[in-house]
């Protein structure tokens, strides 16, 4: 199973970005193994529409499950529609948010805690 996690940077020891629809790259990462990959995120310098491209980006990486600090409706709605749990991480590296996760410390959310648009510069 793969869990995409928000991230500053390209590797486990980034922080989380808040952001979910502006993250500037996902982190995917197998919890069992703690195998990763890392993508930048296309939809990190989009016009409008962010979240949900974003949110597809996950999805064609086949991620079962996300981390973020902040997600908007747009981007939940496309989640949750393809069965994948989202998760509200606070600051701390990626690796420590899957371990956090491994623990059972994370619980899922059934709603967005942002606003349309909240991530926007």
Same mark, same amino acid.
């Given at each position: 199973m793969k869990i995409a996690?928000?991230?500053?940077?390209s590797s486990l020891k980034a922080e989380m970005e808040s952001r979910f629809g502006r993250t500037p790259y996902f982190i995917l990462v197998d919890p069992e193994t703690m195998e990763y990959e890392t993508l930048k995120n296309p939809a990190a310098?989009?016009?409008g529409? $962010?979240? &949900?491209?974003a949110a597809?980006?996950?999805?064609d990486h086949q991620a079962k $499950?996300? &981390?973020?600090g902040n997600i908007g409706p747009n981007a939940m709605r496309v989640l949750q529609s393809a069965g994948v749990k989202v998760y509200?991480?606070?600051p701390a590296s990626v690796k420590e948010l899957i371990e956090e996760y491994k623990q059972g410390k994370l619980s899922p959310v059934d709603q967005a805690n942002r606003p349309s648009h909240f991530g926007m510069k």
């Open positions: 996690l928000t991230a500053t940077a310098s989009a016009g529409g $962010a979240g &949900i491209q597809q980006t996950v999805l $499950a996300v &981390i973020s509200l991480g606070k």
